[in-house]
């Protein structure tokens, strides 16, 4: 896969899901495809059964290969936030530079000690995300390289997530011949997504799936939460078969097609193949009874958090009730808080893997735009001896890029 593709692949309780996008020549990122694919080998987040995940993968792929005529060979994946433990953490350096300056190594260095924490054996560390510096007595930092002092801390937060839930994705992904190139919290990718226009401060991120529920809260940007409920979607689906004797795959359809919260529909009846049939506001007052039970036990969550009082907004997303009509409005009054539905019926089955494309982008771009402000502090190009610099400080971009992919 040449260099400045990137591909972002979730799998999900339902389905698994992968976008591809492109560097364009003026720095940006054009999206190229997405495409999904049903998957039954995960349940409650869980994988199941790894061939059953790696067959829907190979197809998924495949098609969006189809798509834009481009080899994948490598691929960032996705991991649930639900599926992850958030440990608060601080490291501590000296600064050994002659002139005490703070260089990127150094931040390397600190966030390497940060790591340093107590995890079960069954555990891996799989992100570190810093919530401050602090430059001898000077907080709230956000990035200290090329200050002077003699010591760096770092207030950090360390993700970790079961050995067994990783081994069984990248063996689902090993087994098709694809490279993991690097693995994305879904919080941290579903943030980049929602927030691309957004304010980015003390928000909570609620994706309600097929199965399962992940809650997220970000305090200042930084990830300082998560959770998962055993909630989703499929209850109403089986609330709707249990009630109106529907088979399953049919009360799904009836529940995409007619289901809402607000009764601003005609009342119709409806009918299955075996002969079951349920009337719409019927159908209404089933879906809103277990929706409204879905959004207390989010409540609940949100306030185990502490932070519950500095939300300023809840994003709601993911197929399981953010297509509802009328979810907005019963969300504000069950949790009490400003809801935005961060999703429609387009993009839904593919939001995370959009969100996992835009992820890594951004860091490239981050790495990018830092290393380039500090050239131009540092260089102005007046004269021919300036050359061999200028082409140092592209071959240092070059090596960013090649970093990520």
């Known amino acids: 896969m040449i260099n400045e593709y990137i591909v972002g692949v979730e799998v999900g309780s339902s389905k698994v899901s992968a976008t591809i996008g492109k560097l364009d020549k003026f720095g940006g990122l054009k999206i190229l495809g997405s495409c999904f694919e049903k998957c039954t080998g995960v349940k409650k987040g869980i994988i199941i059964n790894i061939d059953s995940v790696a067959e829907v993968a190979k197809a998924c792929l495949d098609n969006l290969q189809k798509m834009i005529d481009v080899p994948i060979n490598k691929v960032y994946l996705s991991i649930p936030s639900g599926m992850c433990r958030i440990i608060s953490s601080k490291g501590v350096i000296a600064i050994s530079d002659d002139k005490q300056e703070i260089k990127k190594e150094d931040i390397k260095r600190v966030m390497e000690v940060a790591k340093i924490v107590q995890i079960s054996k069954d555990e891996e560390i799989v992100d570190s995300l810093s919530e401050q510096y602090i430059v001898d007595d000077y907080t709230n930092i956000d990035d200290p390289v090329g200050m002077k002092g003699s010591r760096l801390e770092v207030d950090a937060k360390i993700i970790t997530c079961k050995s067994l839930f990783l081994n069984n994705l990248n063996k689902s992904i ?23 226009n957004a304010d980015k401060s003390d928000i909570a991120l609620v994706d309600v799936g097929a199965d399962v529920t992940n809650i997220s809260f970000f305090k200042k940007g930084v990830l300082t939460y998560t959770s998962i409920l055993p909630l989703g979607g499929s209850n109403i689906t089986s609330d709707i078969a249990i009630c109106s004797g529907m088979p399953l795959e049919e009360a799904e359809e009836v529940k995409i097609k007619y289901g809402a919260l607000n009764k601003n529909y005609e009342d119709v009846i409806l009918k299955a193949s075996n002969g079951a049939q349920i009337q719409r506001y019927t159908l209404e007052d089933i879906i809103e009874a277990r929706v409204e039970e879905i959004l207390k036990f989010i409540l609940k969550e949100l306030n185990k958090t502490g932070y519950y009082n500095d939300i300023k907004n809840i994003y709601v997303y993911g197929g399981g009730i953010a297509l509802f009509d009328g979810i907005k409005e019963l969300s504000e009054e069950v949790l009490e808080k400003p809801v935005l539905i961060s999703i429609n019926s387009e993009n839904h089955h ?56």
């Open 174 to 196: 090993d087994s098709i011949d694809l490279q993991v190139a690097g693995t994305i919290i879904q919080a941290l990718a579903d943030y980049s997504h929602i927030t691309e």
């Open 350 to 405: 593919t939001f995370t893997s959009l969100g996992i494309v835009k992820s890594v982008f951004n860091e490239v771009k981050l790495e990018y735009e830092t290393l380039s402000n500090r050239f131009e502090k540092t260089n102005s190009y007046e004269n021919e001896e300036d050359v061999d610099t200028k082409n140092n400080f592209f071959s240092k971009v070059k090596r960013i890029i090649g970093e990520f992919f």
